[in-house]
């Protein structure tokens, strides 16, 4: 299955009100995502309205962006999808995916961005046009701002009312990045921070035009640098270009957080504006998309369904979710605890928040029950168990495929495989149909 087909349906398009007292950002929920036919999720007053108003713009930036055009999609009119907004009890996200599913952007108003009067946790899409784009770039500092998130108060009548609906196909590799790109989060580590001139003077330092060599970032005196090889501390970044989006923003932040994968080269780069965080999540070539990453592969094959069931039932809008009470209320143990919630990552039911280093809880509005077909590699490795291929040895386990004996043995740096896949790629794509057999297998006998 390549793509799934998408209807968002509004009773009205989002809009961006002036009035005398206040303004009001009037964002309008999709039907088809109303949780028990509730239509209201939220309202607030944004206590510093400029900065909001500037990260959902840059939100919606990103998702209309496509970083990277194949040459056989030059002549294709791409839809981009609308992005989407968690309200949870201690925070409102707003997050959105690129087309070209290389970028993740989220912005978060914590506890002290927003005075609310009226709040109800749930997940839902909300209509970003491009009017209200150009309205969002004009909200000052001083400016009274009401967050409205809402279908209608009268609900839908065609009859009366204009229903505006978009059907947008939705690839595969985009589902499979948006959920990918939370366990990628999940296993990055801190790597520097820059304090507010420090991160506009790097900004403003990148090339101009798009950028598609890999460079690497490292920080000597305070000062963030690139360079063309890799020295002691420095991260890759390719595609320097897609980093524009933070420059309009950076000027009222308190600096920029750096984080980086080992493993697949991805990083994250997080505006601090103190209760609110500005999140941009680039992977490491800009035209594989982060769907190609398979992080979410190992603990979709190592999580057992009576985990995945405990914990789900466990889920009730966390904004940080604790693995130790986790692993206490069901009964299973902390890895097993980080497995499954790698498979609901995979199935768009938490999120990775790395300023608190743990998962929170939202529902992604799209249907992910075709999870399986999404995957092909875990799906391949299920039918290889299933025939039999798979014997355990001393050093690890021979894996039978199409008439070929793989060996896969353990390592210092985790499971190695001995076919070209591996060869290929490493375990920068996650891991082979082999190693996910073998994983598989060793659960069933634990």
Not at 18 to 36: C, K, M, N, P, V
Not at 163 to 188: C, D, T, Y
Not at 312 to 322: F, K, P
């Amino acid at each position: 299955m390549s793509a799934i087909d998408r209807t968002y349906r509004y009773a009205r398009a989002s809009a961006y009100l002036t009035g005398t007292d206040a303004s009001r950002l009037s964002l309008t929920s999709d039907s088809t995502t109303a949780f028990d036919g509730f239509k209201r999720f939220l309202e607030a007053r944004a206590l510093i309205p400029d900065i909001s108003a500037k990260g959902l713009r840059a939100v919606s930036e990103v998702v209309a962006a496509r970083y990277y055009v194949p040459p056989t999609m030059l002549a294709k009119t791409l839809r981009e999808a609308d992005p989407v907004a968690t309200v949870s009890p201690g925070a409102v996200r707003f997050e959105g995916f690129s087309s070209c599913c290389s970028a993740y952007a989220r912005m978060d108003l914590n506890e002290g961005a927003l005075d609310v009067s009226f709040r109800r946790n749930g997940t839902t899409n909300v209509d970003f046009g491009q009017e209200l784009r150009g309205a969002l770039a004009n909200v000052g500092a001083n400016a009274e701002l009401r967050l409205s998130i809402e279908e209608n108060a009268v609900g839908i009548t065609r009859n009366n009312r204009t229903i505006v609906e978009k059907k947008v196909p939705l690839p595969s590799r985009w589902i499979k990045g948006f959920a990918e790109v939370q366990v990628v989060m999940a296993n990055m580590r801190p790597t520097f921070r820059l304090p507010r001139v420090a991160a506009q003077r790097f900004l403003r330092a990148l090339p101009r035009g798009k950028n598609d060599q890999v460079q690497f970032v490292s920080v000597r005196g305070g000062a963030a640098q690139l360079s063309a090889r890799p020295n002691d501390g420095s991260i890759p970044l390719r595609g320097s270009h897609r980093l524009r989006v933070l420059e309009p923003l950076v000027g009222r932040s308190e600096g920029l957080e750096v984080f980086a994968s080992d493993a697949t080269g991805a990083s994250a780069w997080a505006l601090d504006f103190g209760v609110q965080r500005f999140w941009l999540v680039l992977n490491a070539d800009p035209w594989r998309g982060f769907s190609g990453d398979g992080g979410t592969l190992s603990g979709m094959a190592k999580s057992g369904a009576d985990a995945v069931s405990a914990l789900r039932a466990q889920l009730n809008w966390q904004d940080q979710i604790d693995v130790s009470s986790l692993a206490t209320a069901t009964g299973h143990t902390p890895q097993m605890v980080e497995s499954a919630l790698a498979e609901l990552a995979a199935r768009g039911l938490v999120g990775f928040d790395l300023s608190r280093n743990g998962y929170f809880h939202r529902v992604l509005p799209f249907d992910l029950e075709q999870l399986d077909d999404l995957n092909p590699r875990l799906k391949a490795a299920i039918e290889l168990l299933d025939d039999g291929a798979v014997k355990l040895t001393t050093a690890g386990a021979d894996v039978t495929s199409q008439g070929i004996v793989h060996s896969v043995n353990q390592s210092d740096e985790g499971w190695r495989c001995t076919c070209p896949w591996f060869a290929k790629h490493g375990r920068k794509r996650g891991p082979c149909k082999h190693v996910l057999a073998v994983e598989m297998q060793l659960e069933k006998q634990a």
